[in-house]
C-alpha cells in the first residue's frame, strides 16, 4: 500500500512536511490512491479491475487488521523518493466513533464513556393518555379480509403469540393479533404482483396492498421487535439534530419507542411500526414507517392496520419548524447570537460567512439558557472561546483546534460534555493535509479530562523493498 501510495501522491510527498494519510477498516476505507482513468478516456465504464492492485493492497490490510483482531486503524505515512517510509498508526479506542468523512485519519467523535448516547436517542415519548384507536380499527375485519384473500396460509397459535408477547414485554394490539392469526410468517411472492394501482398519475390517497406486498413486508412472529433507538444505530452525528413534535402531529418524531413495535419492511426504504406512543393527534395503534435512511422521525402510513392493509393511506399534515430549537448563525450575518437566545435553544451551529467576513461572535447571551446542549463553531468564528465556559448545560462540543487548545490551556472544558470532536479544516492541493498526529495528541488531551482510554499510536520506521 505504501508504494501505491508513494506513486500516487509523489508531489505531496516531496513538499517540506508532506506526508498521506487514511484508514481502513473492514467495512470502508479512505486511501489516496490515484484516480482510475475516466470514463472517457476509457472509452466505456470504470471497472473493478482499473484498480485492483489498490483494492488487493487494501485487502491485506484488512486480512491483517482482521487476525489482530482490530476493527479498523488510522495511519499516516511520510515516504521518499528513496523508499524510506515513516508510518504512524493511530488505533481508536472504544470511546471513539470514527468520522470516514474528509481524509478519515482524524480522531472522531469522542465521548465519555461507553454506550452514551446523545440526547435525541434518549429522548422517551411524551404521554398521550387521551389516545384511542382509530374509527377504521376492525380486528375482525381485518382476519377475515386476509382470511379471504389468503385461504391457505398458516397463522400463528394463541401460545406463539404469548411467547411473542412474553419475549417483548408488553401485549400485542389486537389488530396485529388478527394479523398473525392469519399468517405467522411471509407470504411467497408473485411476480406480477408488485405494482401499484396508480389510475390518477399521483401520489394515491388508496393503493391496493397486494398479496404478494403483504407477504413480502410481513416479518415471521418472531422478527418483531421494538423499534427504541438502539434499533437505528443512533451516533453522535445526532447531537446536532432535535427531536421536535409538532402540537398537530399524528406521529412523535423520535429516534425510538418503546411502543413502536416493527411488524416488516419493504426491503429497502422503511420499516413499518404499529404505535402505540403516537402523537398529539394520532391514533393508538396506527401504522407508521420508519425510514432506514434517517436515524430520527417517523412518518404516519395509515390510521390502522386495517386501512393499511386494504390501500387506504394517510398523511401526517403537521408542518415541522425547527426554530427556535435548533439555530444556525453566519458570521457578519443575521441573525445574531443575542436573536436566537431563546430558552428553548437545543442546538446551535456558527459558521463562517459566504465571504468569510465579520467580526468574531460572543456567546455571553447564551449564559443561562437550560436546553443547550449543542454547540458546533466554525474556527475564527468565537471572539473568545473562554465563554464557552458558562454554558454549563453543554453535552456536545464541536470546535476547530485552535479554540480547543485554548479552552485546555484554560481548563475551560465544560464538565456536562459527552462528547467532543475538532473540526478539521484540509488544505488546497497539492499541498499536505493537516497532520493527524497533532489532532491525535489533542484528542487524548480531551479524553484524558474523563480519564478515558487514549488513542494509541505506533510509529514504524523501514526501508520499502
Sequence with gaps: MLRLLREANA????????????????????????MP??????????????????????????????????DGISFKAEISAHGHAMLWLFTPPPTMEPDIGFGAAYPG????????????????PEPNPDARPHPSADPALLERVLRQRLPDTAGATEEELAAAEARLGMQLPDELKALYRTMRSPVEPREDDWDWDEDDGGEPDERELTDAMLGELLFSLDGVHIGDAATRY?????????????????????VGSPGWIVFGDDHGDSRYAIDMTPGPQGN????????????????????????????????????LDEAPVIASVYQGGQPSIEAIAHPDLEVLVIRKGPKREGE????????????????????????DPLQIAGLATLEYLELGPQ????LLDARAVPDSLLAAQIIVWGNPAPQPQPDPARYVVLANEITALWNGPQIAETVIDGQLE
Design 109 to 124: 467523535t469522542l465521548f465519555r464513556y461507553e454506550g452514551v448516547l446523545p440526547e435525541p436517542a434518549r429522548r422517551l
Design 11 to 34: 508531489a505531496t510527498l516531496d513538499a517540506p512536511g508532506g506526508h498521506v494519510s487514511g484508514n481502513v477498516s473492514p467495512r470502508v476505507y479512505s486511501v489516496p490512491f490515484r
Design 234 to 254: 443512533p451516533s453522535w452525528h445526532l447531537a446536532r439534530e432535535a427531536v421536535i413534535t409538532p402540537p398537530g402531529a399524528a406521529v412523535q418524531q423520535l
Design 37 to 70: 482513468p475516466s470514463s472517457r478516456q476509457l472509452g466505456r465504464a470504470v471497472q473493478v479491475s482499473d484498480m485492483q492492485e489498490e483494492h488487493d493492497a487494501v485487502q491485506r490490510v484488512r486480512a491483517a487488521l482482521s487476525e489482530a483482531g482490530i
Design 403 to 406: 479554540d480547543w487548545r485554548a
Design 284 to 319: 393508538l395503534g396506527q401504522v407508521i414507517a420508519l425510514p432506514v435512511h434517517d436515524r430520527i422521525g417517523a412518518r404516519l402510513e395509515a390510521h390502522s392496520l386495517t386501512d393499511f392493509v386494504q390501500g387506504r393511506f394517510a398523511q401526517d399534515a403537521a408542518r
Design 360 to 383: 468574531p461572535l460572543g456567546l455571553a447571551s447564551l449564559a443561562g439558557l437550560p436546553n443547550l446542549r449543542t454547540l458546533y463553531a466554525d474556527p475564527g468564528t468565537l471572539a
